[in-house]
């Protein structure tokens, strides 16, 4: 009986695997193979990839797209991470009349949708083009800015910080610590896990947005990699084993980031701190 | 802890600066617009619209030396997406001055951001272009695009599935749809292939099944519904069903999947605008199997054997530099006999601008085609266009028939598919 259980969960699990790795393997194939194969459904992995490679590097700004995207996510993850533990650490310990009624405030504006913002913050990133032109429309700042925090990773860390134990601020206090220098050596260093997962979520979120950076940039100089991909498709016959090829690209960084630091994200989500 | 925190900050540090150097060189191209000496246009396509508008500027440039176009490449959604944003948030700041628009999307754009667009009516003579171009393209007697590829439609046959069934491509010339299917029932039970490849989820097919009637799912004012009594998008349907139900139609999903269906010979033809040719021609092996013959019509009184699927245009915006992007356009696609033969030569485009349809380019003879002179053909379906208003919602009318079109495949009555979809029209559309 327990081995037809066991049996049976491995193979409800098995074909579980397949399906997920299915696209990837998909994927990884077509990327080897020519458009008019990849078309046809081939499952085969072809001979096509190093002439792939070539024209997608030769026709396409590829290294400036990866630059850009890097720039976009690396900067964009590590002002959230500064601005929203900041935020989440003082909603939850300092006391203040009014910050709960703050924070279900800021709560609120996780249920306005972003294309709902999307023509305010083109208008008002109109009017910053006029006196900061480096913070601008076409710049990678103005697609940075908004993302710094927003409601969910500030709720993220103010969860997390509820499980902080707050006699080590107590002692850090009479040991002499400045508040921030509490905040810097005793906060830090025992909520990595809740940094590491706010860091992922921020980074893939940053990697993979398409939407802002599609209206806000303009020139090729700062494409991201979601936008050269989908450029790549803007033909009436497009090339599907280049367009499969940029894809591995994009997708390399933020499987990598995931699995560098996995062990992390999943404490961290499940909100667990080691005293 | 202390050192990584030291570290975060000089890595973001050293990262900010080494933006904002390389943003202060980039900006200064960035500015196309505020700038009028560089001149910016948004284009889809890098192998055909983009292309096109290389050609012109190696043209315009031998006498105008200064001028200058930077042609950013965007895939038409997005470039759609762009110009809502920018233009409805209403600075025109990041627009550029020349923007290709499908003629489908192009009265939508015009009537909702009425002083975004340079009238071109001084530049370009709108008599000189094919006859249906002009409604999409223009708004309150004013010529706002320049009309540029033609998505004249064709039916690409394969001969030798043709001749395994006993039927030559004549056979398939200027037929109805009904006939269409007659044949196709015989040819798919002689050779196994199915006749034609369709997505019911993107019927695109009825659009240019009702433009052979002259008719489109907007009235004449391009905003009224005009869907219950329309005599040709009830043929249209019907037959897209009967296509389906009679099982000579093979099913696609996409766009590589419709792609796929004749490049691995599964289907005997192809329904579409004459941009599919590099597609077909993709599959070498197939070369000398295939001809075009004109698209079939609808069995409605004035149909023609002749349609358009796509096809776009070139508008200026109303931003510094307009006169200067109008001069350009009206001096290459709106004048130049010469550069509509290279568009032709180098790129496959078919343009609408009538007085350079002819000559040596348009008359060479395709061997992927069996040595028919394509082009030629194509142009000349080209001039029968029956000419109508795409009006302001053609998207989302083919949304509601989309919806409306499985509900008939599913066993509801065709008048009351089409009385429901006019009503759905009705309160959506206005």
């Known amino acids: 009986m327990n081995k037809l259980k066991l049996f049976s969960t491995y193979f409800i699990l098995s074909i579980a695997t397949l399906v997920s790795l299915f696209p990837f393997l998909w994927m990884l194939i077509s990327m080897t193979n020519k458009s008019v194969d990849v078309s046809n459904g081939r499952l085969l992995p072809g001979t096509h990839l190093i002439e792939n490679l070539k024209s997608l590097f030769e026709n396409y700004n590829v290294g400036s797209a990866l630059y850009n995207s890097f720039f976009i996510a690396i900067v964009a993850t590590i002002l959230c991470l500064i601005v929203s533990s900041l935020a989440g650490y003082g909603f939850e310990i300092y006391r203040s009349k009014g910050k709960d009624i703050v924070f279900n405030i800021l709560l609120l504006s996780l249920m306005i949708p972003f294309a709902a913002l999307m023509v305010p913050l083109f208008r008002f990133f109109g009017g910053v083009s006029q006196t900061i032109p480096f913070l601008g429309i076409n710049t990678l700042f103005a697609v940075i800015l908004p993302y710094v925090t927003t409601a969910f990773f500030v709720f993220l860390f103010r969860q997390n910080t509820k499980m902080f134990t707050r006699e080590l601020i107590e002692a850090g206090r009479i040991d002499g610590l400045s508040e921030l220098g509490i905040f810097i050596h005793i906060y830090m260093p025992s909520m990595k896990n809740t940094f590491a997962a706010a860091g992922i979520i921020s980074f893939m979120n940053n990697w993979n947005n398409f939407l802002w950076p599609l209206v806000i940039l303009q020139s090729p100089d700062v494409q991201t990699i979601p936008l050269l991909i989908s450029n790549l498709g803007s033909g009436y016959s497009p090339d599907f084993g280049i367009i499969y090829t940029a894809i591995v690209i994009g997708t390399i960084p933020t499987a990598l980031v995931f699995f560098f630091l996995q062990k992390y994200f999943v404490e961290g989500m499940s909100g667990s701190v080691k005293g | ?430």
């Open chain 2, 1 to 430: 802890m202390k050192k990584w925190f030291l570290l975060f900050s000089t890595v973001l540090l050293i990262m900010a600066l080494s933006a904002c150097s390389s943003e202060s060189g980039s900006n200064s191209g960035a500015e196309g617009n505020s700038n009028t000496d560089s001149i910016t246009a948004w284009a889809w396509d890098p192998l055909f619209n983009v292309a096109a508008l290389e050609l012109a500027e190696k043209q315009y440039t031998q006498e105008n030396k200064d001028f200058n176009l930077k042609i950013i490449e965007n895939a038409q959604s997005d470039i759609v997406q762009k110009l809502n944003t920018g233009l409805s948030s209403g600075t025109m700041n990041g627009m550029p001055n020349i923007v290709l628009i499908e003629d489908y999307r192009a009265q939508s754009f015009l009537k909702s951001y009425p002083n975004a667009f340079y009238d071109m009516s001084d530049y370009i003579n709108e008599e000189d272009f094919a006859d249906y171009k002009i409604p999409p393209t223009s708004l309150g007697g004013k010529q706002y695009g320049v009309p540029f590829d033609t998505g004249v439609t064709g039916l690409y046959v394969r001969t030798d599935y043709l001749e395994e069934a006993g039927y030559t491509p004549e056979d398939l010339t200027n037929i109805t749809w009904e006939e269409f299917i007659e044949i196709g029932k015989d040819i798919t039970k002689k050779t196994g292939k199915k006749m034609i490849s369709l997505n019911p989820n993107e019927p695109d097919h009825l659009r240019f099944m009702v433009q052979t009637a002259g008719e489109w799912f907007t009235g004449e004012d391009g905003t009224t519904a005009n869907i219950g009594d329309n005599e040709a998008v009830k043929n249209a349907m019907r037959v897209y069903k009967e296509m389906l139900e009679e099982d000579i139609a093979h099913i696609n999903t996409d766009w590589s999947s419709r792609i796929a269906s004749f490049n691995s010979g599964e289907v005997v033809t192809v329904a579409t605008g004459n941009w599919m040719t590099p597609s077909i021609k993709a599959e070498e092996s197939q070369s000398g199997k295939w001809k075009v013959v004109p698209v079939p019509k609808l069995s409605v009184e004035g149909a023609k054997n002749a349609s358009n699927l796509g096809g776009s245009s070139f508008y200026v915006l109303n931003i510094p530099g307009k006169e200067k992007a109008a001069e350009f356009l009206a001096d290459t696609f709106g004048n130049d006999v010469e550069l509509y033969q290279k568009l032709v030569s180098e790129i496959g485009a078919i343009g609408t601008y009538l007085p350079a349809l002819e000559g040596e380019a348009f008359n060479q003879k395709d061997e992927f085609f069996g040595g028919q002179k394509v082009t030629t053909d194509f142009v000349n379906w080209m001039r029968e266009i029956p000419r109508v208003n795409y009006g302001m919602h053609t998207y989302a009318a083919m949304d509601i028939l989309t919806g409306e079109l499985q509900n008939y495949r599913t066993g509801k009555k065709l008048e009351e598919v089409l009385n429901d979809a006019q009503k759905q029209a009705e309160a959506q559309l206005n």
